[in-house]
């Protein structure tokens, strides 16, 4: 399942999922639009994997609070907890790669 960011609070029980890929994504960005049929790829051959959308210039503080300098960055929780940082683009492959 595929969620855009809306607040904090949604954030935080998301995160709370088994497992949650957070991507921080900006609309000017090239890469970013690339990745997004991607990420629909991987939302339904995951169906345990929750994929957050965050748009860094409509929610920049929730960017700010992960140190985030460039998109796209992605964010892998496991249980509430960071396991995985990546930065940039990635092909499906290494996007799947990246979430296993």
Not at 24 to 39: Q, R, S, T, V
Request: hydrophobic share 40%; glycine share 2%.
């Amino acid at each position: 399942m595929i969620y855009e960011y809306k607040s904090r609070q949604q954030f935080n029980m998301l995160k709370l999922e088994k497992e949650v890929l957070v991507d921080f994504y900006a609309d000017w960005c090239e890469p970013c639009k690339k990745i997004d049929p991607h990420l629909k790829k991987l939302a339904k051959e995951c169906p345990h994997l929750t994929i957050l959308k965050i748009n860094i210039d409509k929610f920049h503080i929730a960017a700010a609070m992960y140190h985030i300098t460039s998109v796209p960055t992605f964010i892998l929780f496991q249980n509430g907890s960071i396991t995985r940082t990546a930065i940039g683009y990635m092909d499906y492959p290494q996007l799947a790669k990246f979430v296993n």
